[in-house]
């Protein structure tokens, strides 16, 4: 009877059932409170992060090692945020590396990494290397220079949207190798960047098509060329 008594309905769920409820949770806290349950929660939570085609870590409290871990284990990932907030993501170059190799890396259409002050050329190059699928990629408010930008002409044809948000060591060389490297490119944000007029009046004849945001300054330099 006491047997009974201390069954719960949630105990008969399976373990595929369990996986899609627990696809509502989106903390990191909730998914180790419910890995920590039992066996069968922990194989749950393994499957829920194995299903999810988005991943934000942007605001959470991760290092290389967590966000490592958790990518690995997410074989159908396709859109991945790991910006910084004001408590948020504390990944390295390192970070970068293990996201490298992971199953998913060559099926990531997105990947954000704005503000993560941690990350170099030497961590975006490795992972642009083997994430050839990338059609939007943020790697504003870093330190990269236009080695990184070389690497992503070199590396991302399918590239659509790149965001440079105040990436002060980039120069008009590497904007023009990307331009020219990703053919289907159009937006690109280069606020806070010092970039000459002439130099985007000349982007824009490689690729008319492309809008350079802030939008003000494509208005008006596709104004200029009419």
């Given at each position: 009877?006491?047997?009974?008594?201390?069954?719960?309905?949630?105990?008969?769920?399976?373990?595929?059932?369990?996986?899609?409820?627990?696809?509502?949770?989106?903390?990191?806290?909730?998914?180790?409170?419910?890995?920590?349950?039992?066996?069968?929660?922990?194989?749950?939570?393994?499957?829920?992060?194995?299903?999810?085609?988005?991943?934000?870590?942007?605001?959470?409290?991760?290092?290389?090692?967590?966000?490592?871990?958790?990518?690995?284990?997410?074989?159908?990932?396709?859109?991945?945020?790991?910006?910084?907030?004001?408590?948020?993501?504390?990944?390295?170059?390192?970070?970068?590396?293990?996201?490298?190799?992971?199953?998913?890396?060559?099926?990531?259409t997105s990947v954000s990494m704005w503000g993560m002050t941690g990350i170099t050329d030497k961590g975006v190059l490795q992972l642009v290397s083997r994430a050839s699928s990338l059609q939007h990629l943020n790697i504003g408010g870093t330190f990269i220079s236009d080695e990184s930008l070389f690497a992503i002409a070199s590396h991302c044809p399918h590239l659509k949207v790149l965001i440079l948000w105040s990436c002060r060591h980039v120069t008009e060389r590497g904007l023009f190798a990307v331009i020219r490297g990703c053919p289907k490119l159009k937006s690109i944000n280069i606020w806070g960047m010092s970039i000459s007029s002439r130099c985007c009046k000349d982007l824009l004849t490689i690729n008319p098509h492309l809008q350079i945001k802030p939008g003000g300054i494509h208005i008006q330099l596709t104004q200029g060329l009419i």
């Open positions: 009877m006491g047997d009974r008594e201390s069954f719960s309905p949630v105990d008969g769920l399976s373990v595929d059932v369990l996986a899609n409820c627990f696809m509502l949770l989106f903390s990191f806290e909730d998914w180790a409170r419910a890995s920590s349950v039992c066996r069968k929660w922990r194989e749950a939570m393994k499957q829920s992060i194995a299903q999810r085609e988005k991943l934000s870590f942007a605001g959470w409290k991760m290092d290389d090692i967590s966000i490592g871990r958790l990518v690995e284990g997410a074989y159908s990932l396709k859109e991945l945020d790991i910006s910084r907030a004001c408590w948020g993501c504390q990944i390295t170059d390192d970070g970068l590396y293990k996201i490298s190799f992971t199953k998913c890396c060559s099926k990531l």
